[in-house]
């Protein structure tokens, strides 16, 4: 499924782009499409159903711009409304000015609730300098306390429990006395896990909120989570009214579309992002970057917007129509290896071109002085021999080579590199995506 | 009719005595025994014998009702793939006709259904001696709670002596949680000091169980995702590590499937089975409100069968695998 939405996307639109714009029938291929890769990222039919309503609204008539081509354009349409269901970076937890801050975790048994805990009282230590308290309130789980007394240790944290034979809710209000004794800045009480219909223990996490009053609950939900998120959520938000979601097991290969759903359905943020078993694969959660691992894009994104804002859209449709000719010049291949280098790193661009990274071309090595001697070469070059290289002869080259501090042979090398590279140019102006794997291989040889 | 836990295990009892009814007298004296049973009946019921959606086939047979189907089966988890295939396959039975009315289709589509879900062998051989099962799968997904299940019941229903390996060296406090377990089973446990070799506690576990005369050694492991290579890694030891004591062994692995698992469930199936060779699959926690169709697709695409569902968090909360149950519960609202 990996960068098969925007390939898939790119392929059905690409007569599109001798038209203009986007028709009816253009955006319902689209959208079928699209459909079919969050629900396969499992975000919820609901959402899904309203959310491509909503893409296909954007995308109908919208003008073909630019440096992207129609399939691009309208994974960027998809991608913004994504972006922001799933909402900018949200605040973190805001601390209590009366501590200590006490967050109240809630969530289904298996979601990761404890090692959360432990990894959020390791953030708010590190981050904040926090001295932090975490309270043992599951004890229906076996040995659920002992893994809380551990890894509660490990993050520095004060573990408050009174073993498994008290009620949960006697002993989160006798946590909350002691952290006020003790000062501590952040309680952070873990509870059991339970499923969202069961009466008896989610009136149980009720009274245990009315207990500690806690200035953020947050409901800790698996990466993993098919369809059911939205019930599970929709019950705890009555439930609790929990302010905000830690999503666990991100280092997994789960699309995520659970957090999307949560998102849409109770207009929560996440805020955390757990990404291993280790207390320090704990982060603020980048809705950015889940818009992304939602469509399966990789980091494309970022590679359409960069290159939307290093170039000038005339610039650009005069490239285009001069690729197009095979008019592509060595002019032209310096400014565009300036450009792309703007962009930082060539190695890290490789990386987010989707399809890159499980390709054979991921051992590709970008060398950037590989690229200065090209550069150098180019620079050269009178003018005129940059626009018509065929004027290039023995004694020129011999020239250039002088002027580069490079041989002869790697002015040979280049220049025969650049007319196979003027061929696979011209794919460009077809409204592929240029084959950048296979360019980078010729210019950076 | 529901599957049995007669038809699940083969014990090799012969016929009189296969599987005997445990005797209840002692049960039944035990304080709050028929309100467990009856919550627990109910939670069965709950979990797996409900109502199909009577609007399923209101109406005309027109592109909103495969829609509406379509949503019911993806709103269960089952997936864009699987979900294409068999409303595909009853639309087009249902062109060629011979299926009217609503009440065919459904009795149809649930047909349909079950045969999809019913794969592979699906029984538990515990004839060997002993018979040895391994647990694998994804973190928190009930791995350990659904070995504890198993032990209890292997002991108090079917009278076996059993063994427990606790091989989860790694999560903090998992062997004080099977210990735990066990203790409730009632049977021994060979457990390692946290950070210890899996693998070793997995062959003590079997030595022992051996030395003792064990019917059957159930050996549990850490959570572990399936794109973790060198937990992937460690896995496929674990299980070489147990054939050096007996070739054949184990002779059951079972992965765990959270119900709750979305599509990412039939890449899990995919992986564990590449790594140590999935038997079957317990599908836990499907008494909320999730429906574990992933379990479908991966029945499916696999060709690996549900043996097991959990239905609680207490010891008795473990039932056989029911191909038609499932399948009604699949379209249930
Ligand atoms: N409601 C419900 N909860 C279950 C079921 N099976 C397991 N659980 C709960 O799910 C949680 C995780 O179960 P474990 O057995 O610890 O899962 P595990 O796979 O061993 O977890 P790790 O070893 O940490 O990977 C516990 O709180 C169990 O009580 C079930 O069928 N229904
Ligand atoms: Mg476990």
Redesign the pocket.
């Known amino acids: 499924m990996f960068d098969a939405l925007s390939e898939k996307l790119q392929a059905t639109l690409s007569d599109v782009r001798q038209r203009g714009t986007l028709t009816e029938d253009d955006v319902n291929t689209a959208m079928r499409e699209i459909r079919l890769a969050l629900l396969e990222a499992d975000v919820n039919f609901k959402v899904v159903k309203s959310f491509t309503a909503r893409v296909k609204e954007r995308a109908l008539g919208a003008d073909v711009l630019g440096q992207l081509n129609p399939g691009q354009q309208v994974v960027k349409i998809v991608h913004d409304e994504l972006a922001d269901l799933m909402g900018g970076a949200a605040a973190g937890i805001a601390f209590s000015p009366r501590p200590p801050t006490v967050i109240l975790m809630a969530g289904?048994?298996?979601s990761g609730k404890t090692t959360a805990t432990a990894k959020l009282a390791r953030h708010l230590r590190e981050q904040h300098g926090s001295s932090v308290a975490v309270a043992a309130c599951?004890v229906?789980?076996p040995a659920?306390v002992d893994q809380l007394v551990k890894v509660g240790a490990q993050a520095g944290a004060d573990v408050y429990e009174q073993g498994t034979d008290r009620d949960p809710v006697d002993i989160a209000g006798w946590a909350l006395d002691r952290a006020k004794q003790e000062g501590k800045d952040v309680l952070i009480v873990d509870t059991?896990?339970?499923?969202h219909v069961?009466a008896d223990l989610m009136d149980e996490l009720v009274r245990i909120r009315k207990v500690v009053r806690p200035h953020a609950v947050l409901l800790v939900v698996d990466a993993m989570t098919g369809q059911d998120a939205v019930n599970v959520a929709e019950q705890f938000a009555e439930a609790v009214q929990f302010d905000g979601v830690v999503m666990t097991k991100l280092d997994g290969d789960a699309r995520g579309g659970a957090a999307l759903s949560v998102k849409a359905v109770t207009g929560k943020p996440i805020l955390y992002a757990s990404t291993g078993e280790k207390l320090d694969q704990f982060e603020r959660f980048h809705p950015d970057r889940m818009a992304q691992r939602i469509l399966g894009m990789g980091d494309v994104m970022s590679l359409i917007e960069k290159a939307q804002s290093q170039f000038d859209e005339k610039e650009a449709k005069d490239l285009e129509r001069r690729l197009r000719k095979g008019e592509f010049t060595f002019e032209d291949f310096l400014s565009q290896l300036r450009m792309m280098r703007r962009m930082g790193p060539l190695q890290s661009l490789l990386g987010m071109i989707p399809g890159f990274a499980g390709s054979q071309l991921r051992n590709l090595k970008v060398d950037e002085r590989e690229l200065d001697r090209v550069q150098a070469i180019i620079l050269s070059m009178t003018p005129e021999e940059r626009r018509r290289p065929e004027l290039i002869n023995g004694s020129r080259r011999l020239r250039i080579a002088k002027g580069s501090g490079t041989s002869v042979q790697q002015v040979n090398q280049l220049i025969k590199q650049f007319g196979q590279m003027r061929k696979l140019m011209q794919q460009v102006g077809r409204g592929r995506m240029p084959d950048i794997g296979a360019l980078m291989r010729q210019a950076g040889r | 009719m529901a599957r049995d836990w007669r038809d699940l295990f083969i014990t090799g009892d012969g016929p009189g005595a296969a599987a005997p009814d445990p005797d209840p007298e002692p049960e039944r004296k035990r304080r709050g025994f028929f309100r467990r049973l009856r919550e627990n009946l109910a939670k069965t019921r709950q979990a797996l014998g409900a109502e199909i959606q009577a609007t399923l086939f209101e109406g005309d047979l027109d592109a909103e009702t495969w829609e509406r189907l379509e949503e019911a089966l993806i709103m269960a988890d089952v997936g864009a793939a699987t979900t294409a295939r068999v409303v595909g396959q009853l639309e087009q039975e249902a062109e060629a006709g011979g299926l009217e009315g609503g009440e065919a289709l459904t009795r149809r589509l649930t047909e349909l259904l079950a045969e999809l879900a019913r794969t592979g062998d699906d029984r538990i051989d515990l004839r060997h001696d002993p018979t040895v099962i391994l647990?694998v799968?994804?973190?928190?997904?009930?791995?350990?709670?659904?070995?504890?299940k198993i032990a209890w019941h292997l002991r108090n229903e079917l009278g076996r002596t059993v063994m427990i390996g606790a091989a989860?060296t790694f999560?903090a406090a998992?062997t004080e949680?099977l210990e735990g377990w066990a203790k409730r089973a009632g049977v021994p446990i060979v457990t390692g000091p946290e950070g210890s070799d899996p693998g070793a506690v997995a062959w003590d576990a079997i030595v022992q169980g051996r030395a003792q005369g064990c019917d059957v050694i159930l050996v549990?492991t850490?959570?572990?995702l399936h794109t973790q290579d060198d937990l992937m890694a460690e896995l496929a030891k674990i299980r070489r590590v147990i054939a050096k004591q007996m070739p054949d062994a184990p002779h059951e692995t079972l992965l765990?499937v959270?119900?709750t698992t979305g599509q990412n469930g039939l890449r899990q199936a995919r992986l564990f089975a590449e790594a140590v060779q999935v038997d079957g699959i317990v599908l836990?926690?499907?008494?909320?409100t999730a429906k574990g169709g992933i379990a479908l697709a991966i029945a499916g695409e696999l060709g690996i069968p549900v043996k097991l569902?959990?239905?609680?968090?207490a010891l008795e909360?473990?039932r056989p695998f029911d191909a038609d149950d499932f399948a009604k519960a699949l379209l249930s609202v």
Not at chain 1, 192 to 195: I, T, V, Y
Not at chain 2, 137 to 148: D, S
Not at chain 2, 309 to 313: A, L
């Open positions: 289904l048994q298996g599951d229906y789980r659920a059991a896990g339970r499923l069961d | 647990m799968g994804v973190n928190g997904t009930g791995k350990t709670t659904t070995l504890g989860d999560r998992a949680q549990d850490a959570g572990r765990t959270d119900a836990t926690k499907l008494d909320g569902i959990g239905v609680g968090e909360d473990l």
